[in-house]
């Protein structure tokens, strides 16, 4: 996707998430110089495989497998330092500096253990399948207008006036949502100053620095989490995540203004899951939805929750097109589809015996729609071994035309599988 117009790339998950943006980002990162995580928090896992090596990376940027690759992790994120600090010690116990290529934003808002109390006490009462690492409640202090930043540690006094207000607001909540769990002040001040020796040389105008690698034509990733339908405005909402998953999120988190991005790619499995509560039109039934979950290795990353599957959905990924203004499509794991006889396709939906071909705004509408589907044939031929279209058989071709001409945007990406070079460049 990069060339002489296209330096600065946003890569986003277009379903709900777990599209395997991580493979992607690791594939492209190759030829970048800068990758940028621009939302979310430590529940996003991204899988990558290297050889026999799995990494999961919960926060820093997926780039940092590759050596020649500066990671920041920008504004947008609400970061929980302690994860941070373990992941980087997996990480050099396996060998990978990253001395000199992880900076943070030092606008990027701090995840405390006081947000993890609130946020399974919330839990309890709204039920909406959240991982319970505080992310959500973070996301309500930033917004709330009294949230910690990185750069409050540079000044200890102000951080630690602060949370002794913080600590005793989340400790009046979780009264009154009738947990009886405590934050601890001690325990939060022990944390920060414990932290911030490690955070603070890390801690940077990252925003700044994308803006200088885009304007001398370096090229830039902005990696996102999640998917567009977990966005918090544009997805099936109250059933999705704190923040603007999708590519106007990537300005805005990374640091950037929106003339700085060249292109989006939207990643998408050849079928559609989901993990969590909400509406999942095209779930497949038993015993579909099984075996896809079987073979597509269909379980969260960090929290192991299997994950609902079924059918590509083009409703969706029209809708995610849209709202991100995608210019190409990365298919992934279109391998886990081999050896399915038939595999329906969701073409739009089916509302109140009319024709619905974008997404309700109501959860509970989209809990009601019916999809209508084309049903096309599948391929008994592995894909895993294909490194060009030509490669993939017929029906496996005719599958991703169909996805194309549905979704409205070209495919650019097919990935056949979890190894870096298991990927055909269109
Ligand atoms: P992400 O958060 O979007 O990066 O997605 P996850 O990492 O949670 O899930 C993607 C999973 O699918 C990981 O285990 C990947 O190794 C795996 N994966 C990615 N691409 C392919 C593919 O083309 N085929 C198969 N079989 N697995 C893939």
Known sequence: MFDAQTTCLVVVGAQWGDEGKGKLVDVLAERADFVVRYQGGANAGHTVVIGDAQFILRQIPSGILHPRVTCLIGNGVVLEPENLFKELD?????GIDTEGRLYISDRAHLVLPYHKLLDAASEKSQNLGTTGRGIG??????????????????????ARAALADRVRRANQLLEMMGSGERANLDE?????????????PLATDAGLMVYRAVRERRRVLLEGAQGALLDVD???YPYVTSSNTTAGGAAVGA?????????????VKAYTTRVGNGPLPTEAGSPYGER????????????????RCGWFDATVVRYATRVNGLTGLAVTKLDVLDGFAEIPVGT???LDGHSCEEMPAEVEALARVEPVYDVLPGWTQPTGN???????PAAARAYLDRLEKLSGVPVRYVSVGTRRDQIIEV
Do not use: N, Q, W
């Open 90 to 94: 997996s990480l050099h116990e396996r």
């Open 188 to 200: 939060h001040l022990r944390l920060v100053e414990r932290l911030a020796p490690r955070l603070l």
């Open 234 to 236: 544009h997805g099936t």
């Open 292 to 307: 896809l979950r079987e073979l597509g290795g269909e379980f969260g990353a960090v929290t192991g929750r299997p994950r």
């Open 137 to 158: 409640p973070a996301y309500e202090d930033k917004y709330g207008r009294r949230g910690v930043r990185v750069a409050d540690l540079r000044r200890l006094e102000c």
């Open 255 to 267: 640091g950037i203004g929106p003339t700085a991005i060249d292109g989006v790619l939207g990643v």
């Open 348 to 350: 739009m939906y089916r």
């Open 386 to 392: 294909a490194r060009k279209l030509a490669d993939l």
